[in-house]
């Protein structure tokens, strides 16, 4: 499966409408993570704080915040 299809089925899985900006933004980095170096990347110590350091930088600067919470809207909507 190529990452971009994998990529959207983490996000189809994970995003819900109920969570913070920094959880979207956590799936989103976890999401493409994983996608492009797969599995065994994602449970690789230091993993988690990765994910924390690129959460925080999405969530503190507007213009990517701004496309995250677009793109995660997208993904809640298709949810039924």
């Not at 969570?19 to 989103?28: G, I, K």
């Not at 993993?47 to 496309?67: G, S, Y």
């Amino acid at each position: 499966m190529p990452d971009y299809e994998r990529f959207e089925q983490k996000l189809e899985q994970n995003l819900t409408a109920g969570l913070s900006a920094r959880e979207m933004a956590q799936r989103f980095v976890i999401a493409a993570l994983e996608a492009e170096f797969g599995h065994n990347f994602t449970s690789s110590p230091g993993f988690a704080k990765m994910v924390d350091t690129l959460a925080e930088a999405i969530v503190t600067n507007p213009e990517l915040r701004r496309q995250t919470l677009a793109m995660a809207s997208l993904y809640t909507r298709k949810k039924p």
